[in-house]
């Protein structure tokens, strides 16, 4: 199986700040990698696809890049809404669709 | 749009069972595979089960098989999860998720 490890585990920013989510899968999985973002009692909302794919409606602040085993999420300004727990998931290994732990995105 | 109704959960005792369904509109059901995923209270997010289309090919994770059924109904656009034999570490929020759509999902409580 799979496995996605996701760095940093927890992070802590301002308002304002650039800040950049990895995730690294145990082999090659091409660019079949999402993004989610998820709030308390939420459920996760997708963010990026195909690593790279910005989905419709998401502010351009946010973007992926990667593809293989390195992917990287990165927000360029960030947003008092955007403090929320974020995590990655590949698509490369049906049906095992495996997720990264989760980074939580703390205000500082 | 697209949209996926979770319903079914509740609390229920250790070793008692407990059917999950979803509901789905927006496209085309029986087209897709469909997943269980969930998620433990301050937890992470935990692949459960999946089925293929057409409903001839199942998988679970390791530590629900034998006591978990995927299952789905194509002529009514709805999947199911059966749980029997339920453990405290069943304790989640329940998601079906189609790809990148999620449903809101669904509480499971097991406890005495």
């Known amino acids: 199986a799979i496995q996605l490890t996701q760095s940093p585990s927890s992070l802590s920013a301002s308002v304002g700040d650039r800040v950049t989510i990895t995730c690294r899968a145990s082999?090659?999985?091409?660019?079949?990698l999402a993004w989610y973002q998820q709030k308390p009692g939420k459920a996760p909302k997708v963010l990026i696809y195909?690593?790279?794919s910005l989905e419709s409606g998401v502010p351009s602040r946010f973007s992926g890049s990667g593809s293989g085993t390195d992917f990287t999420l990165t927000i360029s300004s960030l947003q008092p809404e955007d403090f929320a727990t974020y995590y990655c998931q590949q698509f490369n290994s049906y049906p095992s669709y495996s997720f990264g732990q989760g980074t939580k995105l703390e205000i500082k | 749009q697209v949209q996926l109704v979770e319903s079914g959960g509740g609390v229920v005792q250790p070793g008692r069972s407990l059917r999950l369904s979803c509901a789905a509109s927006?496209?085309?059901?029986?087209?897709?595979?469909m997943h269980w995923v969930r998620q433990a209270p301050g937890k992470g997010l935990e692949w459960v089960a999946a089925i293929s289309y057409d409903g001839n090919n199942k998988y679970y994770v390791d530590s629900v098989k034998g006591r978990f059924t995927i299952s789905r109904d194509n002529s009514k656009n709805t999947l199911y999860l059966q749980m029997n034999s339920l453990r405290a570490e069943d304790t989640a929020v329940y998601y079906c998720?189609?790809?990148?759509?999620w449903g809101q999902g669904t509480m499971v409580t097991v406890s005495s």
């Open positions: 195909d690593a790279s």
């Open positions: 082999q090659g999985i091409g660019s079949a």
């Open positions: 927006g496209f085309i059901f029986s087209s897709y595979a």
């Open positions: 998720a189609r790809d990148l759509i």
